[in-house]
């Protein structure tokens, strides 16, 4: 048995949420603040309320405050709002014994039953009428302004005012219901919604609490560990520290008692044997995360009898040591305080987990068969060879074996912002927490990507997933994506962000280089996510492929061409092309009948072939809007027309690539002898017309010694604010920083070239133009 699905209602930020578990382990991913967190929660305040924690009204959705006011006000037909977890159980024969009192009824058949737990008002009526006298108490206390006095008006004035606190506590209680899976869509979602579910009372047997309690126990390792080393001084001290410190500064020692000495030793020794017996287990199972490895010392657990420590019951006189030497007779130990935070939390966490499974094992009657355990962020300072470790490793450090493993399970829920854990376990386990597009509806939705992997082709799927494998990908937990060509991009882009979109540098970004041929491969996963995405790529423009007859007199006469071209002596580099058939040799964008050789571009967006229709596409075809199967919002950057001037008026030219377009709108800039470095610069530069110079530029950056990567690294070494961001990559920045942030926010000052330094910078499009 195992939870195959829970719905979350009306819970903080998850409104109505379905959250598909696998039977093994479930990895929650996300980006920040959309509800990973909020998930454990809702488990502790639904199925463990004994564990002291109380719901608030806090942690009702934003859009269930209007409809408790206006109950509260008396509106017709507004009922008060609830909060509810359903847990949905996969069970097989087996098990039915266990779930009797979950059974709609005698003529059930299925492999699933359910459990709601709703939190919701124990009298509305009452809710209403102490509302209101509480209320008209509280006006009746109210004073207006008088003089320099403020106006005074006491709480409650709304419904929201009254449940603050106990109120909502005294008001509100856990209900518990049977669900018939029957009555379910596939999103298990009622398909009436005048379905009433069973209640579970007492008078009909078990109470739902005990019911739930006998099938499951929750336990949850939150992220905030406190692995930090405090010191003393807490004002919390008992008497017996007061006297172990009046004892060891004033009383007389006993150093010179050797019988007493003699006997705490011994006692010593014992317990030391004792405590290395109970906790070999637990250090065994660590040795299985790489733990203590081959340059960190073994841990050893000893105790220190002395008469101070025996006098104090909150001394620490059993504690964790570290062995440096373990093979010496003589062994060398230190506290645990002088280990890093990573092993710290390391050991914390299984230590823990440990304990929680053994508790539930422990149980000797009625022992739940089902332990679900979740672990918020595991990655808390580990590296990240050690995140992989422990999320391959978890199920096995909490291994049943022998009989008990036929009937007990653990079911583990994990979640994380490391990408390490999240390629470790692949798609299947992943479970994507996407935020509702309008920031002011403070709504989520939760993915499973299980479902993307068997619904995706199957190349695509695969190249994705050895992909993230490779990378690293931080795609799952960015507010938006940037999808760019290649390595010059990767490391350009994070500074065109800082020049031309400065509030970009507040959000989120997954910068993912994945080259125009294969950005369309990320399609069916952005889309699946509803992933706000920027594709910066290049026309990669190429003549219009010919017949066979006219190839080789097309050869030959290139080579002719060839041998008289200036700057033009060394061999070309060849054009990877992902479509021979469709696709002939790199040439500039502007040459006649040219197509393009960039499948992200004929394919995707705008969707276009020739390097016509891609110049003349209108800013609707670059942009793909959500739709009611994808709520990704998707635009394409490649390069477009500037004016560019070289010893006459301004002419519209288009670049083929990056460093092509980077060119033409800094051109004067490029070809100053202080930038020698970039590798842009012609020789003679003085004695060429703009279209000899463009024509040696393209040559230069197709020759198979330009590199491209000494180009964007040399450019990281210029001043930032004497060149000017490619217009095409600052329109799509722009638009990008537009859609994340639509209220614009004055952009930071610090950086800000001076006066002197403004004339050195190349001038904006708008000035070109002008």
Known sequence: MY??????????????????????????????????????????????????????????????????????????GVTPSRMSLDLWFAIQESDLHRVLDLLPSL???????????????????????????????????????????????????KMTDYLEDKVLRAEYELRYYVLDRAQFDDKYVENDPDYKPQLLTPEKGRSGKDVLGRLLRIDVLN???????????????????????????NLKKREDDHEAIRALSESEALLNKHLAEVFAPTLERLSQLGYPGLANPELVIKTALNPVALMSSNDESTKVFYVLNPDADEQLTLPDRYNGLGFKNLIYMVVELLDHHTQWMDIEEDRPPLHLVFIEEPEVHLHAQLQQVFIRKVQDILKITGDDAVVYRSQFVVTTHSAHILYERGFRPVRYFRRSAPATDQTSEVLNLSLFYDAAEVGTRDFLERYLKLTHCDLFFSDAAILVEGNVERLLIPLMIEKSAPQLRSACLSILEVGGAF????????????LTTLIVTDLDSVTAPLPTAAVEATGA????DQEQAPEA??????EEQDEPALSGKACPVLTADAVTSNYTLKTWLPGHTTIASLISAAEGDLVQVPTATSLATVRVAYQNAVPVAWNSDPVPMIGRTLEEAFALQNLKWCQH???????????????????????????RIKRTDFKKTDFALALLGQDPRSWAVPRYIEEGLKWLEKLIFPVEVPPPTLGQPTPGELENVAPAVSEVEA
């Open 569 to 574: 002596e060394e061999p070309e580099e060849t």
């Open 107 to 157: 003529e059930w058949t299925g492999t699933e039953v359910g459990l709601r737990i709703e939190y919701a008002p124990q009298d509305e009526a009452g809710l209403r009428k102490r509302f209101l006298e509480a209320k008209a108490i509280a006006a009746a206390n109210a004073r207006p302004t008088t003089g320099n006095t403020p106006a005074y008006h006491p709480l409650p004035r």
């Open 673 to 699: 002898t202080d930038r020698q470095d970039l590798g842009l610069r012609i020789r003679r530069n003085d004695t060429k017309t703009l279209t000899q110079l463009f024509e040696c530029i393209h040559k």
């Open 557 to 560: 006469a290139e080579a002719t």
């Open 519 to 530: 950005a369309y491969r990320f399609r069916t996963l952005i889309e699946f996510l509803g």
């Open 3 to 76: 939870i195959s699905a829970l719905r979350i209602t009306n819970f903080r930020r998850l409104k109505s949420v379905l959250i598909d578990l696998d039977g093994d382990i479930s990895i929650l991913v996300g980006a920040n603040n959309s509800g990973k967190t909020s998930t454990a929660h809702a488990l502790q305040l639904f199925a463990n309320p004994e564990r002291g924690d109380h719901f608030t009204i806090h942690d009702f959705n934003a859009s269930c405050w209007g409809a408790l006011n206006a109950f509260g006000e008396g509106e017709e």
């Open 223 to 249: 992220a905030q560990r406190h692995l930090s080393d405090k010191a003393g001084g807490y004002r919390a001290e008992d008497l017996s520290r007061h006297l172990s410190r009046f004892y060891s500064r």
